[in-house]
């Protein structure tokens, strides 16, 4: 699908002057995408589609360019409309998924909009079309309880009375049904990220009580699933409790109480579905905070524990209902073999409490020699990085083992010689490296049987030796070993360290046999379809022509109105690229296939500078045999350090603490 030009402009000129957003002229591109609607609508013949698009695309200029803008919303509320127009006329199931997914944007992001009744009316329009007569009374619902005063307030109930009588099948009814399987969660004491696990994606409205610092989701028309309703409690972080309880036969709402003041934001991904809410505290926004010591991350999940967690009854609220805390839920859920579990993790050995003191002698990880890709056994000692950013506690002295390479011979080579840096030479304190994939997803395979996840772990435990030894900084990898680990918690772990830097390493693949090159990319709306399609693929989603990406709108939103991280990104982007090809083109013939943006979920909530590199293409046979040469990866890792210091070089990094 290609990107509209008209958002690829906006996007353009807003990256190269951040200044541009400061003078509204919503009102004025609104007026020009009115009138161009308008004229359709007033043919006397039934305009195209590729017309409708156009007009599409002159609403979507409006949001592009000023996502604060006065007629922002009005402009999204267009963009639903003509989409359930063209539903209408050709029946196309993209058409209705892009709507219904604009307008619940609309009702979630803009609220406040005189429009977000009429988006939930019309939501509900188009259930009704469908025959899907139970969702279509749960958004007239959602329009009296969240818009009583709305205009829409009598239609709606009218609807309702009218659907009463036609209730809709039983296959429709439990197809669609969203459920709410789980609630997981990554907390620190300045920090915290909460993920709602569906089973398709819900109306949702976030409701903020400042006075409390007490905030309620309502997941509209979900139900719970077998598990009975469940609250936590919380003793260190900026989270003080979750609870989840239905408010009615189609409605479940999570309170979640928080310690202090804060602000939030919120965004959906896809396969799964899953809504994640981020929570800052207020004074971590500012990049003056300067914490302690590093924050501890600790992971609970408010779903089923496995048979071997051991829970303790705590007394509900008021209901009576008997509800459950999970003391080690870390290991029931993808990833959280990472971290320890609470009671493991707050054991107050020495080497626990000289952590963030930069006092606390542990082992380094082996070396990584100039060798063939590394076949990773789980190590028994936790990531020294790990450790040290207080991530997990230390293990005593012989209790550890040093973990098992085994590794294909190669020829040698001469070590590389580093200059023993001054702390902080890079001007930043701490660098997050991201190995992509891991555990029980492999990432992309090469007709050898070469695996990305192997590949680039290599990469990541070669890259941060180096910059260990050149920065003189604290660098922490989401993972060191062969392990699972959530898109969503890799980025929590940079955000809860307060990480001044994000780099995450994957391999490239394409069908056509033939692509090779390198390419960095940083966050912001894909300008071309090959983009889209490695975006879709480290995303894990199928790619599907005519469907609206959501995750582009949410990014105008949330994500563009920081211009100043965009910028950072995309000038590390370009500087990583530059370095990593000039290292690998005179001895690999290397192709430079550019800096480019997509929308990469590792990416999103990110709140420091952050890139994906692309380091090659494992569907190239001659790339492949080059990934599995150590000489090169080692080209590769010291290409990407070498970007990274001539980024904080050359441009001011705002360090995180």
Same mark, same amino acid.
């Given at each position: ?16 002057? !951040? ?383 040093? !973990?098992?390479?085994?590794? #294909? ?30 555990? #029980?997803? !492999? ?21 941060? #030796? ?192």
């Amino acid at each position: 699908m290609k990107r509209s030009f008209f958002l690829c402009v906006a996007l353009s000129v807003l990256l190269q002057n !951040p200044a541009f957003s400061m003078a509204d002229r919503s009102a004025s591109l609104y007026r020009n995408a009115a009138d161009y609607y308008h004229k359709l609508a007033g043919y006397s013949r039934k305009p195209s589609r590729d017309e409708w698009k156009r007009s599409i695309a002159l609403f979507r200029e409006v949001y592009s360019a000023y996502p604060d803008g006065a007629k922002s919303a009005d402009a999204v509320y267009m963009t639903g409309k003509i989409y359930k127009e063209l539903y209408g006329r050709f029946h196309e199931k993209a058409d209705r998924a892009n709507a219904i997914k604009i307008f619940r944007l609309l009702v979630k992001s803009h609220s406040y909009s005189h429009l977000a009744d009429d988006a939930l009316y019309l939501s509900g329009e188009i259930y009704r079309m469908d025959g899907r007569h139970d969702q279509a009374v749960q958004a007239y619902t959602a329009l009296l309880r969240w818009f009583p005063e709305g205009d829409m307030t009598e239609k709606a109930k009218a609807g309702i009375r009218k659907l009463k009588t036609k209730p809709a099948s039983a296959s429709k009814k439990a197809a669609d049904l969203p459920i709410l399987r789980g609630v997981r969660f990554w907390n620190s004491a300045h920090y915290a990220r909460v993920v709602f696990d569906l089973s398709s994606m819900a109306y949702y409205k976030i409701l903020r009580n400042p006075a409390k610092n007490r905030i309620s989701i309502e997941l509209l028309g979900a139900v719970q699933g077998k598990e009975p309703v469940r609250e936590i409690t919380e003793n260190n972080g900026l989270i003080d409790s979750i609870k989840t309880a239905d408010s009615s036969a189609s409605l479940v709402t999570v309170t979640i109480a928080l310690k202090q003041a804060h602000t939030i934001s919120s965004t959906e991904l896809q396969n799964p579905a899953r809504i994640v809410v981020d929570l800052f505290e207020e004074d971590a926004i500012s990049t003056k905070a300067k914490p302690e010591k590093a924050a501890p991350v600790i992971v609970k999940s408010l779903t089923a524990p496995t048979k071997k967690t051991i829970e303790s009854s705590i007394k509900a609220e008021a209901s009576g209902v008997t509800v459950k805390k999970a003391e080690a839920v870390e290991k029931s859920i993808p990833g959280g073999e990472l971290f320890a579990s609470k009671t493991a993790f707050l054991r107050k050995t020495s080497a626990r409490r000289a952590a963030g003191t930069g006092k606390a002698r542990l082992k380094k990880h082996p070396a990584v020699k100039k060798v063939g890709i590394a076949k990773v056994v789980k190590p028994l000692r936790p990531d020294s990085g790990l450790v040290a950013a207080g991530l997990l506690a230390a293990v005593s002295p012989g209790k550890g083992k040093a !973990p098992v390479r085994t590794v #294909k011979k190669a020829k040698k080579s001469s070590p590389v010689k580093v200059a023993k840096a001054r702390p902080y030479a890079y001007g930043i304190k701490t660098i997050v490296i991201d190995p992509g994939h891991g555990g #029980k997803d !492999p990432g992309a395979v090469g007709r050898s049987g070469l695996r990305e996840k192997n590949v680039v772990l290599d990469i990541g435990l070669r890259l941060r #030796k180096i910059l260990k030894a050149q920065c003189g900084c604290r660098v922490i990898m989401t993972r060191s070993r062969d392990i699972f680990i959530p898109l969503e918690q890799r980025t929590a772990i940079a955000n809860s360290v307060k990480a001044d830097l994000f780099v995450s390493i994957h391999v490239n693949s394409n069908t056509h046999r033939s692509a090779r090159g390198v390419e960095t990319y940083f966050l912001s709306p894909a300008r071309s379809r090959s983009a889209m399609l490695t975006a879709a693929r480290e995303n894990m989603i199928k790619l599907s022509d005519g469907n609206e990406n959501m995750d582009d709108i949410n990014f105008i939103f949330l994500d563009m109105k920081n211009t100043e991280r965009i910028n950072q990104s995309s000038l590390m982007a370009r500087s990583v690229q530059n370095s990593v090809v000039s290292g690998l083109r005179k001895k690999y013939g290397t192709k430079d296939n550019g800096v480019k943006s997509a929308m990469f979920y590792v990416l999103r909530g990110a709140r420091m500078p952050s890139v994906l590199v692309e380091t090659s293409f494992i569907s190239n046979r001659s790339e492949e045999k080059r990934l599995k040469s150590g000489r090169f990866l080692q080209t590769l890792a010291e290409g990407i350090a070498r970007g990274i210091k001539r980024f904080t070089a050359e441009h001011r990094v705002a360090m995180a603490g």
